[in-house]
């Protein structure tokens, strides 16, 4: 997809919250942590294939803290 002339990847849900948790720093702790709310408030989401992505990310320990908290 091109956006404001910059071509985007589009993946599904788990991939972006993958790539939230990994750019954190840059899109914000507050943005990063509405995302993981958003993601564990919809009823079609899918935890293994979240933890998938963030293995092959290597944002698997960083996302598992979130998620302790948040579950």
């Known amino acids: 997809m091109i956006i ?4 985007i990847r589009l ?4 991939r972006c919250v993958c790539d939230a948790v ?14 993981i709310n958003n993601y564990l408030e919809r009823p079609d989401r899918n935890l293994s ?3 998938d992505y963030a293995r092959k990310l290597r944002v698997g320990k960083i996302l598992e803290q979130y998620l302790q908290v948040k579950l």
Request: net charge negative.
């Open 4 to 7: 404001d002339g910059f071509n």
């Open 11 to 14: 993946y599904d849900v788990e």
């Open 22 to 35: 990994k750019f954190r720093n840059k899109v914000g702790m507050d943005v990063c942590s509405e995302i």
């Open 49 to 51: 294939k979240l933890m």
